[in-house]
């Protein structure tokens, strides 16, 4: 499959980094550019740098990453201190080379993996499938070699709906393609309010319709990632949590109605239709399709929503949002759903989790609520950075296999 081209993402990098020194703060006439280097691979920046780093502002390099023999590229990035914040803020990227323009003191680097993490498998990065706003909405496929009518797994990120791109969950994608049963497509949505850049702020019903959006292109070009359009199961952590149960629970809401915008009608308009289809047809192809949920550490009702349904007067408008408000009896639909929480989140509560599952059993839906004893919030997220890859190797790792495990007796039912 072809890599699509992400110049936008790019040409993000370059503007997010030309912009945090502007405003009459870029004074100094240089600033240094550090390389983090790695034994599995190398990273080098073009033109090179000098013995002290010093470049001067405004320059445009271009940081190459190339893993060593047996491994590959895991992700790029780069960092800069922020003189407002604790710590330095990182980017990641699947691409092996950026281009930056250097307008304040930054370190770039990558990190690898080995080869064998996705032997067997196909990686196709920044699949676009729509653009309601600034930010260009796109997912990851990763497919076994030779897979055909595969069920697939579509992951939603995590992040407080405000920051993270589908970056954050390629660890928990490669376990969850590795053994050649599942497509897996690892999605992104637009940010919350003005977060990505926007005018109008974003509410909580768009990334709800990025999601229905991203399901339908996913359904669309199903058979070229090898995969089933009528067999998804969906899944995410935290804020990713509440929006695959949304998927889950509330696909019957997709429509054209709008979003409170005539009294009483609350539906998700999908941020993309495939030509030719409504919203009703849409509806009802991913009410068919979707069979699984596994939504991790998740947001599920309207006391953890918070401050995301301020504003929505019409208490039916704030159920609407609200996984908990929408389960579907099994008798008219069954989606089994796979709960985990660490016993020291001290963000999602286990009443919370337990409240819904409660919520499950009572509409005759089954579930399974796991516990991990010890650990805390999104131990399913990868980054560059060793402590969440130790927090991911030691328990994420463990828990993606087992709800593996659990998709399995819903696709594979007596294997």
């Known amino acids: ?76 990035y780069f960092s800069r201190r922020n003189p407002n914040a604790r710590f330095a803020s990182r980017t990641e990227s699947s691409l092996s080379t950026l281009e930056l323009t250097v307008n304040g003191d930054i370190t770039v680097g990558a990190t690898f993996i080995p080869a064998s993490k996705l032997a067997g498998v196909n990686v196709t990065y920044d699949v676009v499938y729509a653009q309601p706003g600034v930010k260009k909405l796109k997912y990851d496929v990763y497919s076994p070699v030779g897979a055909k009518k595969l069920p697939i797994i579509v992951i939603i990120h995590g992040g407080g709906w405000s920051s993270n791109t589908e970056e954050v969950m390629r660890g928990l994608s490669r376990d969850l393609v590795a053994g050649g049963k599942y497509v897996v497509c690892n999605i992104d949505y637009r940010w919350i309010n003005t977060g990505d850049g926007d005018a109008v702020p974003n509410t909580m019903a768009d990334l709800i319709g990025d999601v229905f959006g991203a399901i339908a292109h996913i359904q669309e070009h199903a058979a070229e990632y090898g995969g089933d359009p009528n067999k998804i199961a969906v899944t995410g952590d935290s804020a990713g949590g509440h929006l695959s149960a949304s998927a889950a629970n509330m696909c019957t809401l997709i429509g054209d109605g709008g979003f409170g915008k005539t009294p009483g009608v609350y539906e998700f308009m999908p941020s993309y239709l495939p030509k030719g289809k409504t919203a009703a047809k849409v509806n009802k192809s991913i009410t068919k399709a979707i069979k699984a949920a596994a939504p991790s550490y998740g947001v599920f009702d309207r006391n953890m929503l918070g401050r995301f349904v301020e504003g929505i007067d019409d208490p039916k408008g704030i159920a609407a949002l609200c996984p908990i408000d929408n389960i579907p009896n099994v008798k008219d639909r069954a989606v089994p759903q796979y709960l985990l929480r660490g016993t020291n989140d001290n963000l999602i509560n286990h009443e919370s989790v337990q409240a819904y599952a409660d919520a499950l059993k009572a509409a005759g839906q089954r579930v399974e609520y796991v516990q991990v004893e010890g650990i805390g919030h999104a131990f399913l997220d990868w980054k560059t950075d060793a402590r969440t890859q130790n927090t991911y190797n030691e328990v994420g790792h463990k828990y993606a296999l087992d709800m593996k495990r659990f998709f399995d007796t819903v696709f594979y039912p007596g294997k």
């Open 1 to 76: 499959m072809k890599k699509i081209s992400t110049i936008s993402l790019a040409l993000l990098m370059i503007f997010s980094l030309s912009n945090a020194y502007s405003n009459g703060n870029n004074l100094q006439e240089s600033f240094t550019v550090t390389v983090d280097q790695n034994d599995n691979g190398s990273v080098t920046v073009s033109p090179a740098l000098p013995a002290d780093g010093k470049v001067a502002a405004g320059t445009t390099i271009r940081v190459t990453a190339t893993p060593a023999a047996g491994y590959l590229l895991d992700a790029s």
